[in-house]
């Protein structure tokens, strides 16, 4: 049987893990999901809306633009 492969997140293209994986012992990072069901890593996301932020823009999806 063949394995969907690791979703990452689009900002830091590192594997993002299922809430239900959280549970082993080494600390892993926690994933946020928009609105539009993109996630991401919650610092990630939360780097690209300061950037925004800071350039004026639409705070939104890195994916698909949707307001955040």
Same mark, same amino acid.
């Given at each position: 049987?063949?394995?969907?492969?690791?979703?990452?997140?689009?900002?830091?293209?590192?594997?993002?893990? #299922?809430?239900?994986?959280?549970?082993?012992?080494?600390?892993?990072?926690?994933?946020?999901?928009?609105?539009?069901?993109?996630?991401?890593? #919650?610092?990630?996301?939360?780097?690209?809306?300061?950037?925004?932020?800071?350039?004026?823009?639409? #705070?939104?999806?890195?994916?698909?633009?949707?307001? #955040?």
């Amino acid at each position: 049987e063949r394995q969907a492969p690791p979703e990452e997140c689009p900002i830091c293209l590192t594997e993002l893990v #299922a809430d239900e994986e959280d549970d082993e012992e080494e600390e892993r990072e926690r994933c946020t999901m928009l609105s539009c069901q993109h996630r991401f890593h #919650a610092r990630c996301m939360t780097v690209w809306l300061e950037k925004c932020r800071e350039k004026d823009c639409k #705070a939104s999806c890195p994916m698909c633009r949707q307001c #955040a």
